[in-house]
């Protein structure tokens, strides 16, 4: 019987070649879209679950309450995790990382800014699976300034040779011998690093500083026996911190644990180790993924139900001869399972097409080897079946309901039930992609105002440069002054922080507030040229002078946010307490801006100038209009002249601000992608639709031309009822689209207002995409000579 099946689904394929390529056309790029968002999801869930104990692994999270809010941070202090592990039993284990930003690692003459540098416990080997492929793990990282390399940057330093036992200079100060080799790590772990250095060498190096208890800040994860010791440990954690820091440090701190698993896609933190992903794309994807099979589905749906009428010849005398309604369904099912069978290699070829640039997009390094991944496979096996099944449910039911009697008779009757459902599943399609286009639409509008509208400074042409050594900032006014000598740069400032990173806080008190009153807020200390280089705009009040010499010990600017949140409709001339540095007057009030990125509200900030060279730790240098080439050529060789022997670290803030929102720009791009081919499956399925309307209609149109009627009236009758559908969808598409993109944008502290233009634009490109697909046929039909469509049969 199954033969039989096969035997005239293949039948129908070669006879009707037109209508089977436009089924297996939609069906093969359906489910090659399925199978790309499978990898990228399959990809995403996966992340540190290669580590054994990975379900036993908890990463430490403190939490500040401070007045402009809760501040969640993914690092603790030093000294407990080892206090957690002697108090509580459950605790089996613990590791520490401490991180060097940008450390400079020099072998011989080859030196290179590493940005995945850093310290660890030697526990980091029982904990972690991450296995050295050189020399005993449990004695790699025991003594101070011992360091292991992945097989990456051992490469990159000493190429075939064996680095064993080989010295290390690190920021031209420390040396560090190399005692191990590890495995290149997984690109799916969300600790990523190329050196690992003993966590001793930090006591070596801020014995005192650790030893203050809670100062040293650092990532730490502890391994419990069950997860239930973890849920009592959360609860224990007040009692922890009143014990060894008394009611004042309780007041405002607190801990956590958070699971391993749980961090890549549940945890955006400041100061996260990675770039985390966001478990609410996942959701999103599997939406738009499901979305593109029932689109495909609906095509082979629509024009199955479409060419009924042909087949009923076949139906009524398959029944004559005995079928049962029950065989009949079970025929057509499996045409239709066959028909997804046939798009499988057409998918497979453009999976691995598309691969290259799917992980340029995303970001990723996938790969598809069905054999070796029982997941994809099973999950292709599952798409087979669900699109065989669903594409061919309705044409089955409908064709085995025909009654021989009347099919021989010439008295079959589709009725209008078959035309309706046949309207409302292209409604249904044309609902999705509608959806996708505006979501997309919306995104782009959102990166495009977070990256361009107005942020409150200068981000264009604006070269910062990390300063890590003391030499540098005790030669910064040198330096300043050789860099001012080139006419291409405008300007010189030096910072704590720039906008794209953190400023730090300090704890303020209006004078005129009683003496226990503190507000915890952000405070950025600048060189006197900042707010000029920045293109900071006052609101009121005067910039830092060096004229005035009170400006360098009691002289603050603050923002619009900071004035408010102390309650002056004029703060010019008030007195601001620095708890720890003392008493200083307001000079003047800075407008707004966005020193981080717009997923945060504007926090209160108070500026003042730097007390000491030593907190200096950017160097801002604002460019002309000339060769950036030369000007970065002529900032090396000033920059040589200070320093010999750190290499020039350096960055263009446009590019470092816009890398916070990476993550929006690729989920962006892959929603724009997936949107162009489910509006491509859609109108496939409208073109054959389209063909077939105007093959039955033939004959009308030969009549209608006849009569007078003209190929622009015939036209706009043929394409009346495909506008009809398409304006239906509309209605139903934008109240969807709006809740959806508005729950997305409540993720943004500062976002666009969805406008009626936005959705009116979607339903243009789709009305216009649409009717494109049947102009061809409908124009061909309609310029027919009538003498050739009245005698077509």
Not at 368 to 374: A, G
């Amino acid at each position: 019987m199954f033969k039989n099946y096969f035997k005239i689904a293949l039948r129908n394929i070669k006879k009707h070649k037109g209508y089977s390529f436009i089924n297996i056309a939609g069906l093969s790029v359906g489910i090659a879209c399925c199978i790309l968002i499978l990898l990228w999801i399959q990809d995403e869930l996966s992340y540190d679950e290669f580590h054994q104990n990975a379900h036993h692994i908890y990463r430490i999270t403190r939490t500040e309450s401070r007045e402009s809010g809760k501040i969640k941070i993914p690092m603790t202090y030093a000294n407990v995790a080892p206090l957690l592990k002697e108090e509580y039993p459950g605790v089996e284990n613990y590791v520490r990382f401490g991180r060097e930003y940008r450390a400079f690692v020099k072998y011989d003459n080859n030196g290179f800014l590493e940005e995945r540098f850093f310290y660890a416990d030697p526990s980091v080997f029982s904990v972690f699976d991450f296995s050295l492929s050189r020399e005993n793990a449990e004695l790699a990282l025991t003594e101070p300034y011992s360091v292991v390399l992945t097989q990456n940057a051992a490469l990159k330093y000493f190429g075939t040779e064996n680095p064993i036992g080989k010295i290390l200079k690190v920021n031209d100060k420390e040396d560090y011998v190399i005692t191990g080799i590890l495995n290149d790590l997984p690109h799916n772990s969300h600790i990523q690093f190329d050196f690992l250095a003993s966590f001793s060498t930090l006591y070596d190096k801020y014995k005192e500083y650790i030893n203050a208890y809670w100062a040293y800040q650092c990532y730490t994860y502890i391994i419990v026996s069950n997860p239930t010791i973890a849920s009592n440990l959360n609860q224990e954690f007040d009692n922890f911190i009143l014990k060894h820091k008394g009611e004042k440090f309780q007041s405002y701190m607190d801990f956590s644990l958070q699971s391993l698993t749980d961090i890549h896609l549940h945890s955006n933190l400041n100061y996260e180790l990675e770039t985390n992903g966001d478990i609410r794309y996942i959701y999103i994807f599997s939406v738009i993924a499901f979305f593109i099979m029932l689109i495909a589905c609906i095509n082979f749906m629509n024009l199955s139900t479409a060419r009924s009428s042909l087949r009923s010849r076949e139906v009524g005398l398959r029944k004559t001869l005995g079928a049962h309604q029950s065989n009949l369904i079970c025929q057509f099912l499996s045409e239709s399972t066959i028909f997804t069978i046939i798009s499988l290699p057409c998918a497979f070829s453009l999976v691995y097409l598309s691969l290259p640039l799917f992980n340029h997009i995303s970001d990723k390094a996938l790969q598809l080897h069905v054999t070796e991944n029982i997941f994809i496979l099973l999950s292709i096996a599952g798409i087979v079946i669900f699109m065989g099944l669903i594409s061919g449910s309705y044409p089955a039911f409908l064709l085995s309901s025909f009654k021989p009697a009347h099919i021989f008779k010439d008295e079959l009757k589709l009725g209008s039930s078959s035309s309706v459902m046949r309207k409302l599943l292209v409604v249904f399609q044309f609902t999705a992609s509608l959806i996708l286009i505006t979501g997309t639409i919306i995104v782009y509008r959102q990166i495009h105002f977070i990256k361009n509208e107005k942020l409150g400074f200068h981000k264009d042409r604006q070269l910062v440069i990390h300063v890590r050594d003391n030499t540098i900032r005790k030669k910064y006014l040198t330096l300043k002054n050789e860099l001012l000598k080139s006419t291409n740069i405008i300007s010189v400032t030096a910072s704590s922080a720039v906008p794209g990173t953190s400023p730090g806080v300090s704890v303020f008190r209006p004078a005129d507030s009683p003496n226990d009153s503190r507000l915890t807020m952000r405070n950025l200390v600048v060189d006197y040229d900042f707010i000029e280089t920045m293109g900071i705009e006052l609101k009121e009040g005067r910039n830092f002078t060096q004229q005035m010499a009170t400006d360098a010990t009691s002289a603050y600017l603050i923002n619009e946010s900071a004035a408010k949140k102390l309650g002056w409709s004029s703060a010019i001339n008030k007195e601001l307490i620095d708890l720890d540095s003392g008493p200083g007057t307001v000079i003047g009030v800075v407008r707004d801006f966005h020193f981080q990125s717009k997923h945060q509200i504007i926090e209160p900030l108070i500026i003042n100038i730097l007390p000491d060279t030593k907190y200096i730790y950017y160097i801002t240098v604002r460019i002309g209009n000339s060769n950036i080439s030369n000007i970065r050529k002529f900032i090396e060789s000033r920059w040589k002249k200070v320093s010999s022997n750190q290499p020039l670290d350096y960055f263009f803030l446009d590019h470092h601000f816009d890398q916070l929102y990476q993550k929006e720009k690729q989920m962006g791009n892959l929603l724009i992608g997936f949107t162009l081919l489910g509006m491509f499956i859609a109108c496939l399925g409208l073109l054959g639709l389209a063909s077939f309307t105007a093959e039955r209609r033939t004959r009308e149109i030969g009549i209608r031309k006849v009569l007078g009627a003209s190929v622009s009236g015939i036209f706009v009758l043929l394409s009346r009822e495909y506008f009809k559908w398409i304006l239906t969808a509309n209605l139903i598409a934008w109240p969807l689209a709006y809740y959806i993109m508005n729950n997305w944008l409540n993720n943004f502290a500062y976002r666009i207002n969805m406008t009626l233009w936005m959705f009116i634009l979607a339903g243009s490109i789709s009305l216009i995409t649409a009717l494109l697909s049947v102009v061809f046929h409908t124009f061909k039909t309609a310029r027919m000579n009538p003498i050739d469509t009245i005698k077509y049969e």
